[in-house]
């Protein structure tokens, strides 16, 4: 049998790598307009005259000598693994700064090709590449792209195609050549690249380039924070998906025309322990398959959307920028806003994210952070929209939390040994997101979390079913009463708790249907949606924290969430019933 | 007579104005940093903005340094 045939797509961070394996392969990649979306390999099939081949979508990296850990991933694999055909992609306008890289895999041996991408805003900004000229100098195949509009693609193909096909003899001979330094290949790429392009024409000032600076700067640029703070996280997500929707999907649909049938359909079954598990309070239909359907799927579908718009614009660079400064008294850098703020989305993402920092005192920061206080798209959305009629109790929860976090992380960085390195990074351009590329990454994160969120709804039914006839939650709840009852909190949200363990945002949910028969208080209600936030990562994340900081580190940081989550919900009890801020 | 300038740390720059770089004040960790962003000795880079971080222009791309980097860095102002 033949050895299957390998092509690695490689190249720095943001040129394109993740476009051009979605238009190559069957498989799709997350885009994304920042450095460092992919941190892992995405493998796909290339099909090319009936023929097909491997393709592997790879990590940015800058050179072959790695520094982070997502840059190991690539050049371990290219060291490592017999590509039959390497393909690097660069970006036209910042040709002269990506040669360097291309002389480094040369030297590897590998065949190459070079695809220079994003011809389309080269020509925006005045310049015409000669693309000939770069191919006779390297004596490699190179192809212009314009990835994200599929030019160039099929002339991409069939170019891989024959390179796979090519005798070795037939192959162009790389101008490869050995050079003492990193300093002298970027001497010669630039030397190189200023001999193949030229700009005749004056270059477009476009209302993004404006609008950038505005959201780069000092003053405005946290105005415009604000701004999208309101109008997408909270009227859109919060006020929109976890309101509106959630009112029309769970209550007009859901409860009042599915739920209605599906009990008439349940008339007939008689085993008291089957009808228990369907459509016992914590039962398939009323909380499985609810909570996950008509309760979180709406908000998570909308926070997806808004996400996706912050990350293909290119917002999140210049907001790592931003908050630099501030990030620094938690013992991190502008870095890891990227990761956390990825948190919001969905935290078992995010840890594995945490990759991209450079040291493990960062790492471990980082995944500590999103394991205690990042709330998860859809909990964040319920909360929101739980609290959205009471502005008053919104702050004091989100005051709590900033501080809490912000608390953690400084004391982090006081006791952990070591320092935080300093911060440096690319700011893409800022993009116009494509339609197209927006909706097919909302759809893969959803396609995603139902396949996350399907087997776990079954087995927290189940378990709950399992719990309930045995007699053992009542045991559980009897045992969570003190501590909820230490936090001024009623024993209802005892089962709310075990729920939260089991996934973030079923906690929420529980909590958001004890708000709806008005069980709670105001400040019970405020300290009750903080220690849900701040309570234990979901079971995924859990896992992945153990996976990316191993079993010593993960359990440190299991304990360190339970004792913060409870004493912080202690504390701003007392302090709301000294203070009448409510 | 031409007056000859002498390199001062890219933090001394005002904002707005170019400056060539003359060398990198670092070890090999933060000087590879740099490197891999495209600033090394040789390069122009003008300095767009100054707080909370430097942002700087280095042909058609920007990159953001924090101001222990951007202190490492002697230019020549032009
Ligand atoms: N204008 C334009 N934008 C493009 C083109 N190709 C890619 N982009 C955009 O460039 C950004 C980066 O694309 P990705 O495919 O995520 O880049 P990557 O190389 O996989 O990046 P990492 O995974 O971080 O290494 C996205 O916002 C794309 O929409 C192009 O040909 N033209
Ligand atoms: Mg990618």
Not at chain 1, 249 to 271: A, H, K, S, V
Not at chain 1, 288 to 307: D, H, N, Q
Not at chain 1, 388 to 399: D, N, S
Request: aromatic share 10%; with cysteine.
């Amino acid at each position: 049998m033949q050895k299957e045939k390998t092509i690695f797509l490689v190249g720095r961070p943001n040129v394109g790598k993740s476009v051009i394996f979605n238009q190559i392969s069957d498989s799709y990649a997350v885009v994304s307009n920042y450095p460092g979306t992919t941190v892992d390999i995405s493998t796909g099939k290339f099909k090319y005259n009936k023929e097909t081949f491997t393709v592997k979508d790879t990590p940015g990296a800058y050179s072959l000598t790695p520094f982070s850990e997502e840059e190991k991933v690539t050049v371990t694999l290219l060291k490592e693994k017999g590509a039959a055909l390497v393909v690097q992609v660069v970006e036209a306008k910042n040709l002269d700064k990506m040669l360097s890289l291309t002389f480094q895999l040369m030297e590897t041996g590998h065949p190459l090709i070079l695809v220079v991408n994003m011809m389309d805003e080269a020509a925006k900004a005045g310049l015409v590449l000669d693309l000939k000229t770069l191919e006779e100098k390297l004596n490699i195949p190179v192809v212009g792209t314009a990835a994200a509009r599929g030019t160039g693609i099929n002339e991409l193909k069939k170019v891989i195609g024959r390179e796979l096909n090519a005798k070795k003899k037939d192959r162009k001979k790389s101008n490869s050549r050995s050079f003492t330094g990193e300093l002298e290949r970027q001497r010669e790429a630039k030397k190189i690249a200023k001999e193949v392009m030229s700009s005749p024409k004056r270059a477009e000032v476009s209302f993004a380039y404006k609008l950038s600076f505005l959201t780069m700067h000092p003053l405005w640029g946290l105005f415009f924070l604000g701004l999208v703070l309101y109008y997408g996280l909270y009227k859109f997500v919060g006020v929109f998906g976890a309101g509106v929707l959630v009112d029309f999907i769970d209550g007009n649909l859901y409860q009042e025309m599915f739920m209605p049938l599906l009990t008439r359909l349940g008339q007939g079954i008689t085993l008291p322990w089957l009808k228990q598990l369907l459509y016992a309070d914590y039962g398939l239909f009323n909380l499985g398959l609810r909570y996950s359907m008509a309760v979180v799927l709406p908000i998570v579908t909308s926070f997806f959307l808004f996400f996706s718009l912050l990350e293909d614009s290119g917002y999140l660079p210049r907001l790592a920028m931003l908050l630099d400064k501030l990030f620094k008294t938690f013992g991190l850098n502008g870095r890891s806003v990227i990761p956390l703020i990825l948190g919001l989305g969905c935290g078992t993402m995010a840890v594995m994210s945490t990759r991209t920092l450079e040291t493990s005192r960062e790492r471990f920061i980082a995944v500590l952070l999103l394991a205690l206080g990042i709330p998860c798209s859809a909990q964040l959305g319920l909360i929101l929209s739980i609290l959205a009629g009471q502005p008053r109790a919104l702050a004091v929860w989100g005051f709590s939390l900033v501080l809490i976090l912000a608390a953690v992380g400084f004391l982090c960085n006081k006791i952990l040994p070591g320092y935080h390195p300093e911060f440096y990074m690319e700011i893409p351009p800022l993009r116009l997101p494509h339609l197209t590329g927006l909706l097919k990454k909302t759809y893969a994160r959803i396609k995603w979390y139902m396949k996350e969120v399907f087997p776990l709804f079954l087995l927290v039914s189940i378990i709950m079913w399992v719990g309930n006839m045995s007699g053992v939650l009542d045991r559980v709840i009897l045992m969570l009463l003190p501590p909820l009852a230490a936090m001024g909190l009623p024993g209802e949200l005892a089962p709310i708790f075990i729920l939260g363990f089991f996934r973030r945002d079923y906690g929420a949910a529980g909590l958001y249907d004890l708000v709806k028969e008005g069980l709670l208080s105001g400040p019970q209600l405020v300290v009750a949606s903080l220690t849900l936030s701040l309570f234990l990562p979901c079971i995924a994340q859990f896992i992945m924290v153990v996976k990316e900081q191993g079993p010593v580190r993960g359990a440190l940081i299991l304990v360190s969430v339970i004792f913060t989550a409870f004493g912080a919900g202690y504390m701003v009890n007392r302090v709301l019933t000294i203070l009448p801020l409510l | 007579m031409r007056k000859i300038k002498t390199a001062v740390p890219l933090t001394d720059l005002k904002k707005g104005s170019t400056g060539t770089v003359k060398e990198i004040n670092a070890g090999w960790d933060r000087k590879r940093k740099l490197f891999t962003l495209g600033i090394f000795p040789g390069e122009q880079v003008t300095l767009v903005q100054k707080n909370p971080v430097l942002l700087l222009k280095l042909g058609y791309s920007f990159v953001a340094v924090d101001h222990s980097l951007g202190k490492t860095i002697k230019v020549i102002e032009i």
